[in-house]
Nanobody, 122 residues
Framework: QVQLVESGGGLVQAGGSLRLSCVAS????????VGWFRQAPGKEREFVAA???????YYADSMKDRFTISNDNAKNTVYLQMNSLKPEDTAVYYC????????????????WGQGTQVTVSS
């Protein structure tokens, strides 16, 4: 089992920045890929970014210029740095982990955190 805990969400003004953290615990986490997804009220969950166990990075096209995913294997932590935030970035952000499968589809992930709320005011 892998347990994931997100933190770092909050209220920020448009144009501001936040860094989300996803701390993992459990078995052999270093071989897992970690993805960030988000879900806004009334909308479907969408892919944001992912990082493989070898640190290859994948981004949604609409966010790749503003968001950066990184990891610190010594801390079993994956980060999502979000810059130039917009009101439309308001959502609950989830991190998820899987051993294999597509980076882009939530259905490929086996473990999920509880989510952290990000609210961007205009």
């Amino acid at each position: 089992q892998v347990q994931l805990v997100e933190s770092g969400g909050g209220l920020v003004q448009a144009g501001g920045s936040l860094r989300l953290s996803c701390v993992a615990s459990g078995r052999t986490f270093r071989r897992y890929a970690v993805g960030w997804f988000r879900q806004a009220p009334g909308k479907e969950r969408e892919f944001v970014a992912a990082i493989s166990w070898s640190s290859s990075r994948y981004y949604a096209d609409s966010m790749k210029d503003r968001f950066t995913i990184s990891n610190d294997n010594a801390k079993n932590t994956v980060y999502l740095q979000m810059n130039s935030l917009k009101p439309e970035d308001t959502a609950v952000y989830y991190c998820a982990a899987h051993y294999s499968g597509s980076y882009y589809y939530g259905s490929s992930y086996d473990y999920w955190g509880q989510g952290t709320q990000v609210t961007v005011s205009s």
